[in-house]
């Protein structure tokens, strides 16, 4: 069991250490994150404008496909004002970044300054890009100031609901396990639930006397639900439940926020753009304007009040990101917080939302579990999963191009592992598709299950 002793041991010894010794500098930029909550509005503005000169610069030097672009558009990396030079460039969408992402690499940084990610977004579009150890150094710092926000210092215990078996490599469990260690953290795997394992590993994690619940919106309201269900609505320790990655609804905030009996959290970011916004203890959402520029643009498909989020982060010199259409709806806020931040504030975000995809036998696999088949592949521009019934799913492809003969056998791979994974109780049929139809909004839904859970 954590003693508050523990906790600081850990925030201000252990962790640092830890990670200063593998060359990780989460812990100093995380002095560097917390100052600047006490910054001026003109603070963030100079901080932002410095930021994007050095970004426009790095770009005309080292990146042929923004250089050509600024060429094309009239952008000075030297003018005066920045933002007026960000403005002459157009939305950047996810179709011309899927075309050109390794293009978008700057050439300053080699390769093991650098990772490879991926992402299906909100909408199941697939995109590759690079991020620098630099901006992921300080998005775990991000992560940190955002537990801060909630009052939880790094190195108090937690309850992770996360992925922890399938699409897990050994090296990750490894880091994972180490990581868990240090941070004092249980895991829940959110990927593959069997109610009555989860009831067990609920009594388990009690025990670590977690003060922050934390995960992806829909996994843990699904653990909450079979926390209700089965009486463990008893968390005394928990201050705080955050959720990430999916649109968090009303309902979600409190199905979690009476079973965990603490305030609900809702963190914006992706995994292109990290750290978005966060809310604060007064329920507003503040932007994180302090590592993007964040604008909100009208946009014909939307088609309601909610408009376009549109982000230019500042600190991922590997793959400079100008006028990103996320693909999230959102909107500004006038005002200010009674919190005392001077972040500007939106209004939370309508971003994806997972089905759970039920066995069965009973089991719950979250849909998340079904969009990392599409992970650092090429070739497709969107899918979606589809459970119609108990036994069966289909899965549309809608290739990008040709669909060669590779990618058509690593469709059916997929398949094939999701009816293992569900130990053949699923079936799966691959369609190779045009056009997968849009839902209300112009957005489509990537997992969809038909199939409504029974305890
Ligand atoms: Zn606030």
Redesign the pocket.
Known sequence: MSTPIGATLRRRVTLPVAFGLVGDKRFALLDDVLARDTWSPAQVRNHQAERLSHLFRICRDHNPYWSARFEAFGVNPDGSDPFAELAKLPVLTKDEMRANWKQMRSTHMSESDMVHETSSGSTGMQINFYQSHYYRQLHAAMEYRSRMWMGVEPGEPYLSIQANSAHVNRKTKMLRSARRWMENCYILDAFQMDPARVREQLLAARKINPVHVHGYTTACTTVAEIAQEAGITDWPSVRAVSTTSERQTEQHRKTLGDTFGATVYDRYGSREVLSIAMQ???G?H?IYEDVNIVEFAPLSDVGDALTATIITPLDNEAMPLFRYRSGDEAAAIDGT?????TLRLMTGCRGRICNNFITPDGHIVNGTYFLYYFYYQEGYQSFQFHQTTEEHIDLYVVPDGTLTQERMDYLKQCCDKIRADSNDQFTVELHIVDEIPKRRGGKHLYTISDVLRHI
Do not use: A, D, N, Q
Request: charged content about 30%.
């Open positions: 604060c203890s007064e507003k503040h917080c009674t919190c005392g931040r």
